[in-house]
């Protein structure tokens, strides 16, 4: 009997192993049909994405009746997303520890909290272990509400996320004001958080264009940082306006893919560049939490967030993403060898010897990034198999 419960303790352990870091909220709730309000919306104001972004985090559900209450009062989504944000804390709360609150109470920060949407202590909840075992949820801005309780744990994964069962819908009269609109102005959007210096080029080549108007249909765009745009501009310049204009293009992608999506698809993209022969495309490769962009000359990674807002996304990348169809020395480039030539005809030869550094030392530079990430992932993998053994080791010794 022991014995039985040993073992299923260890392939649950084995289970909780083998998906690693990818707690799925969507996933952990779809086995409890009375949460299904909440985890539908979960996903419509893609919080589910954040959420399994995060580490050391609980999760306050209500169930399907406490969700009608707050579907009833036809917020907006983005308002909807500031209520339930309000409902992930940004620490983990298993049942035991609501159970031992030092001095009977704490105050946690919330997502909400951490959208930065919420003045003063808006966004966070008070916890109270009251007498008789109950736990008690108030919001900062709400002490009326006194009705909410602590039901049940749903899923507990120490430390990294904590799914609980609460009464009622935390209300905060903050949380609930109306939103404006998310501004989707790609145009505004682009030039602040560290994208300037792309937007300019954008701006001068005139392929903003292109991209403002795939806007109603989705769109992503990967903004290389001020710092990877300026080490780029010698090669920059070398291109054709033709050569600019696709390289820019590149850097979007004419579909809406959020942080969520990207961290769980790995494989080709097609770029507002992609047109019949020239595929312009790269792969995207998941990575753990990182997400990185590969084309066959250079591997980006995705270091920041400037919107995830459906229909539009953009992302900061660590590097400008070359495609092979413009770099990589001379392999099966008659059309960008050529093109060149024609430019540098208006330029001052005296320009020349500046420019006569290849793209050569860079790629092998990327190259060498690459086998770095693939090294990482490998020892990612060495750990989990050897962590693996140690439990069939304890299996046997049982
Ligand atoms: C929590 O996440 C860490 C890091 O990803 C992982 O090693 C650990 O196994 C996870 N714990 C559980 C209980 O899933
Ligand atoms: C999470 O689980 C849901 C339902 O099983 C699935 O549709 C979704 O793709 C999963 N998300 C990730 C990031 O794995
Ligand atoms: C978008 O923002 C730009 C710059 O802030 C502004 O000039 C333009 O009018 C805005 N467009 C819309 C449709 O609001
Ligand atoms: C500019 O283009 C020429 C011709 O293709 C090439 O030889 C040179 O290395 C390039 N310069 C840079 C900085 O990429």
């Known amino acids: 009997m022991q014995t039985m419960s040993a073992v299923s303790f260890a392939v649950l352990l084995l289970i909780s192993l083998a998906t690693t870091n990818a707690h799925n909220i969507t996933r952990i709730l779809d086995k409890h049909p009375e949460f299904s309000t909440f985890n539908r919306y979960l996903t419509l104001t893609h919080l589910a994405g954040e959420i399994n972004r995060r580490q050391t985090i609980t999760v306050c559900a209500v169930d399907n009746a406490a969700m009608s209450s707050l579907v009833a009062k036809g917020l907006s989504l983005v308002t909807i997303k500031n209520v339930l944000s309000l409902h992930v804390f940004a620490d983990y709360f298993g049942s035991k520890k609501l159970h031992q609150i030092t001095k009977g109470s704490t105050s946690t920060a919330t997502m909400y909290q951490a959208t930065g949407e919420a003045p003063g202590t808006t966004g966070y909840v008070h916890i109270t272990d009251v007498k008789g075992g109950k736990v008690k949820f108030t919001p900062e801005d709400n002490p009326t509400q006194t009705d909410v309780v602590y039901v049940k744990s749903i899923q507990e994964l120490p430390y990294n996320i904590s799914v609980i069962h609460i009464s009622e ?12 609109a998310p501004d989707l102005n790609l145009t505004s959007l682009l030039q602040k958080d560290g994208c300037k210096a792309f937007y300019d080029l954008l701006s001068a080549s005139g ?3 292109t991209f403002l108007s795939t806007v109603d249909g989705g769109v992503t765009v990967f903004c290389p940082s001020d710092a990877a745009i300026k080490a780029f501009a010698p090669k920059y310049k070398n291109l054709t ?3 600019k204009t696709s390289l820019l293009l590149y850097h979007g992608v004419p579909i809406y893919n959020s942080m969520g999506m990207l961290r769980s698809s790995n494989g080709l993209m097609n770029t507002l560049a992609t047109e019949g022969a020239n595929k312009y495309d790269f792969t995207v490769k998941n990575d753990g ?11 980006a990674e995705i270091t920041g967030t400037v919107i995830d807002d459906e229909p539009v996304a953009i992302y900061k990348i660590d590097k400008v993403l070359l495609p092979r169809e413009l770099f990589k020395g001379t392999v099966e480039a008659d059309e960008p060898a050529a093109a060149p030539k024609a430019a540098k005809k208006k330029k001052k ?3 020349k010897g500046d420019k006569a550094e290849a793209p050569g030392p860079d790629s092998s530079d990327d190259y060498s990034d690459d086998d770095a990430a693939d090294q990482t992932a490998n020892s990612g993998g060495r750990l989990v198999a050897s962590a693996v053994m140690a439990l069939c080791f304890a299996l046997v010794f049982v």
């Not at 990182?290 to 250079?298: A, E, Q, R, S």
């Open 169 to 180: 819908v935390l209300q905060s009269p903050e949380a609930e004001a109306p939103t404006s």
């Open 241 to 243: 306006a033709e050569g």
């Open 289 to 299: 939490e990182d997400v990185k962009l590969k084309t066959k000359v250079v591997t």
């Open 349 to 351: 030869p005296a320009k």
């Open 207 to 209: 392929a903003i264009g």
